[in-house]
């Protein structure tokens, strides 16, 4: 027998930074609230990437609403462990009421409310808050050859460290912080290849997430006065975090352009050349994860869902958070979905 859907005025879908943030202005709102997170146990995304990540600010920068991310022990910036550690203390502190294992399947108009489809039952709520994130969703572009490939193929999703790899030919695919930061470590165990669409930029030395956000920040508010800012890409692409600049200080940090196909053995490019491989690592993106959504039928030809701030304009019911910039100045980060979500809270109260 079906358990009858229960009423909420607020159901948030995922319990980790994005989520954990709308969590605590709701209840300092007064809002009656559940999140509902797919997860077994807390940290969100964060649990799952590989132990040597790290994040590209300082703690004391990287804070959700509340409570100050304790510093690391070694003074540097936090690696995944210390932030699950911080999302995990941060839930219990506020005493977040986050119900797991709870995979969201669907949500659905129901007449003046939506209805929340989950594993662990129904919701029927006067506002929805999809916080899922991207890491469910990881993207490999297509190239011709990938199916005949004979050796392994793999994500950053699915890279776990560098033990798996040792004496192996790495191609290592994707000019951002991740495919940075692998290379780094795996260069000391592997034979490497990084390869690009455009030649990689490490940001200077003194730069870090900081000046990232404060410079998403006023491209958003430039936008919204129809002015142009300088985006992030102008300054460089890679945050030198120290295990980046030590490879580059080894010499390792240098990217062929990509390649044109795949071969049985290795990867060719255009010219004719090749390189034999047994690995190809493809940090090469995540794309948000909103098939919960599916129902509503609200994306566009891009895939994203229109939004005014976090706001879907076709259904003003739904807030979106945590994606990137198009839900707020670097929602995806911890500091940024604090931010963002203060004002989404701040809307949805008014409107109880």
Not at 55 to 63: G, I, K, L, R
Not at 85 to 108: F, G, M, N, S
Not at 118 to 127: I, V
Not at 293 to 322: C, K, N, Q, V, Y
Request: glycine residues 10%; hydrophobic residues 40%; positive net charge.
């Amino acid at each position: 027998m079906t358990s009858p859907a229960r009423p909420a005025d607020v159901v948030v879908i995922g319990g980790g930074q994005a989520g954990l943030a709308a969590g605590y202005y709701l209840r300092r709102a007064g809002v009656d609230f559940v999140i509902l997170d797919a997860q077994e146990a807390p940290g969100g995304a964060w649990q799952h990437a590989w132990p040597s990540l790290r994040m590209f600010s300082p703690a004391q920068y990287s804070s959700l609403p509340g409570r100050m991310m304790p510093i690391p022990a070694d003074g540097g910036y936090p690696d995944a462990a210390h932030v699950v550690a911080y999302l995990t203390d941060y839930e219990q502190r506020y005493r977040l009421p986050v119900i797991r294992p709870a995979a969201v399947r669907a949500v659905r108009r129901h007449g003046d409310r939506l209805a929340v489809d989950s594993d662990a039952g129904s919701w029927h709520a006067r506002f929805v808050v999809s916080a899922t994130g991207t890491w469910r969703r990881p993207y490999v572009p297509h190239y011709p050859g990938m199916r005949d490939f004979r050796g392994e193929q793999l994500h950053t999703a699915g890279y776990h460290g560098p033990e798996p790899f040792h004496d192996r030919r790495v191609v290592i695919v994707g000019g951002g912080n991740s495919a940075a930061q692998i290379l780094a470590e795996l260069s000391q165990v592997a034979q490497t290849t990084w390869v690009t669409l455009r030649p990689p930029r490490l940001l200077p030395d003194e730069l870090d997430g900081r000046a990232l956000f404060d410079l998403a920040t006023r491209r958003h508010r430039a936008a919204l006065a129809g002015q142009d800012a300088p985006g992030i890409g102008d300054l460089g692409d890679i945050v030198a975090v120290a295990p980046v600049r030590e490879a580059r200080d080894r010499g390792v940090l240098k990217a062929e352009p990509m390649f044109s196909r795949i071969t049985p053995d290795g990867v060719a490019w255009a010219d004719g050349s090749t390189a034999p491989c047994d690995v190809i690592l493809w940090c090469t993106g995540f794309r948000p994860a909103l098939s919960h959504l599916a129902p509503l039928r609200l994306r566009d030809s891009d895939g994203r869902i229109p939004t005014d701030g976090t706001r879907a304009l076709a259904e003003p019911r739904l807030h979106l958070l945590g994606y990137g910039d198009w839900t707020g100045p670097a929602s995806a980060t911890l500091i940024g979905a604090g931010r963002t979500a203060r004002r989404l809270a701040t809307e949805i109260a008014a409107q109880v």
